[in-house]
């Protein structure tokens, strides 16, 4: 895919619609050395994932990435004093950005992260990825095309988000339960897992 290339001397070029330049230049280096994330250029909207009015490439040679996503962890849980140099709301969308890259890292190319967890289980377990529209399960809200479903003896599932911007998915299952009874139909419960 064309945002996303791994060059020869280990850089990686990353189309960037999840910060704003601005805030990039102001927060990374609390976490990452002036040289390894370099602006490339700005490019056209149309490319974008999500609602960006600038996306832009930029060149990460982030050495030491899981490192990065360890202290974006500790910033997150108050365990850091750079909690109190950074803004929230941009630290977030800093590390929405490190998340991305290890995806791109992972994967070869940005991918939405409904993509991204069907690449990762695809060959383990038994999924599919489908139209949501084509499941009549009653959804009435907006919703990204996508979704994951899977289903074994043991119940049913269906995995999406509803947002494509949002950090959390919803994951609806159902199965059956064994009772002095007999079978019980358990239906329409969910959690609310996040990124």
Known sequence: ???????????????????????????????VR???????????????FYDCDKPYYIEETID????????????SWNRSNIRKKVDWNEFSLFW????????????G????????IYEKTKDKVSVQLVDITTLNKGYDFELPHYCITGKSE??????YKT???????????????????GKVSVANNHFHPQI
Do not use: P
């Not at 030491?64 to 910033?75: G, I």
């Not at 043991?154 to 995995?159: A, D, K, R, Y």
């Not at 947002?163 to 002095?180: A, H, P």
């Open 64 to 75: 030491d990435l899981d490192n990065v996503l360890k202290v974006c962890d500790d910033v």
């Open 163 to 181: 947002s494509k911007d949002s950090s959390e998915f919803v994951f609806d299952f159902s199965y059956e339960k064994r009772s002095i009874l």
């Open 109 to 116: 190319r940005k991918i939405s992260d409904i993509d991204y």
């Open 1 to 31: 895919m064309h945002n996303t290339e791994r060059k020869s001397d280990n850089s990686m070029k990353v189309l960037v619609d999840e910060i704003s330049y601005e805030i990039l230049k102001k927060i990374k280096s609390y976490f």
């Open 96 to 107: 929405w950005l490190m998340l991305e890259i290890k995806k791109q890292r992972i994967v």
């Open 34 to 48: 002036e040289d390894e994330i370099k602006f490339i250029e700005f490019c056209d909207k149309s490319l974008a």
């Open 154 to 159: 043991l119940g049913e599932f269906v995995l």
